[in-house]
């Protein structure tokens, strides 16, 4: 199982963070990680142009986007964003997408949030045909008629992901993709429910084992300690509330909400957590790590701790 870090903007002025998150991104390759994953949070930072800047501060380690929302811009102007990044990174960009969540689409954008699932098969026929530039791209479906050039293509082979929490999206994601991000899956879920339909849907048309990006928070910490990291992450991850879609996803499985899926405790509890991930089927885990203390300078201590743990435990999951 590969290990990774999710790096994304949080509160503070934009200065503040770009320079965080490129302090993140080379601490994540000096440490051996194998990858970077940056969420687009709706109201914050643009992902891609992240993934940018970090390209310019590390050699080695993929960067991935987990994810963005498709209905917020247009296929080819994702496709060339994307490509755009690719090369900025020289070549080292995961590109994860997804068709979001009703509270986004339609309540914060004002678009419509009808059959996700369907308009991510269109989109994809979009994108996938850009992402083959140079050339024309040309695409008439039930949503899209595209009939635009790219002189623009990929300095190497771009993965792309879609993130699939239902049966439908897990089959469009193991047949047109290269594998699936997820948020809100616990081991269970995973296992019983997200590889046997991902996995068959790449075998019943001829695609290679899909990638399983799982993301988990994760924090170093007392035993005593747990139920508090539990706490804060349902205080500030608790996306579930309002979300059918994970909501839906959290049946599948054991847990209940966000605190039930943290890694949290020791250095043997969080090895034995990642461990259940990989036995599970996870292919690539995505750590939130989840800080806990009673102001700036706790907080900031804890990361540090936790982050420390998990570059020494890497190099035994190798």
Excluded at 11 to 34: C, I, N, T
Excluded at 50 to 74: D, F
Excluded at 182 to 193: F, G, N, Y
Excluded at 223 to 229: F, G, M, Q, R
């Amino acid at each position: 199982m590969r290990i990774g870090v999710m790096i994304g903007p949080e509160r503070g002025d934009s200065a503040r963070k770009v320079a965080r998150m490129l302090d993140d991104v080379e601490w994540a390759e000096s440490a051996g990680l194998d990858s970077v994953w940056v969420p687009q949070v709706p109201t914050d930072f643009d992902a891609l142009i992240a993934v940018a800047l970090m390209g310019t501060r590390t050699s080695r380690i993929e960067i991935g986007t987990a994810v963005v929302p498709l209905q917020a811009q247009h296929p080819v102007a994702l496709a060339r964003q994307a490509l755009s990044a690719h090369a900025a990174t020289g070549g080292r960009l995961a590109l994860g997408v997804g068709p979001s969540h009703h509270w986004i689409v339609q309540d914060m954008l004002g678009l419509p949030y009808e059959k996700p699932a369907a308009f991510t098969r269109d989109y994809l026929d979009v994108l996938d045909a850009a992402l083959l530039a140079p050339g024309p791209v040309e695409i008439e479906n039930n949503t899209f008629t595209v009939h635009n050039p790219l002189e623009i293509g990929p300095v190497a082979p771009m993965p792309v992901l879609v993130a699939a929490l239902g049966p439908v999206m897990l089959t469009i994601a193991g047949e047109r993709t290269d594998g699936t991000i997820l948020w809100m899956a616990d081991e269970r879920a995973v296992a019983d429910h997200v590889v046997p339909r991902i996995t068959k849907a790449a075998d019943n048309v001829g695609r290679p084992a899909p990638r399983i990006i799982a993301g988990v928070p994760v924090c170093l910490c007392r035993p005593s300690e747990v139920d508090t990291a539990r706490e804060r992450a349902n205080r500030i991850l608790g996306e579930a509330e309002i979300s059918p879609n994970y909501q839906r996803l959290l049946g599948y499985g054991d847990a209940e909400d966000i605190g039930d899926l943290c890694v949290a405790g020791d250095e043997d509890a969080i090895l034995a957590g990642f461990r259940r991930y990989a036995d599970a089927g996870v292919t690539d885990l995505s750590m939130r790590l989840l800080p806990i203390g009673d102001n700036r300078d706790e907080l900031i201590a804890s990361k540090r701790r936790t982050r420390d743990v998990v570059a020494e435990l890497v190099k035994e999951l190798r």
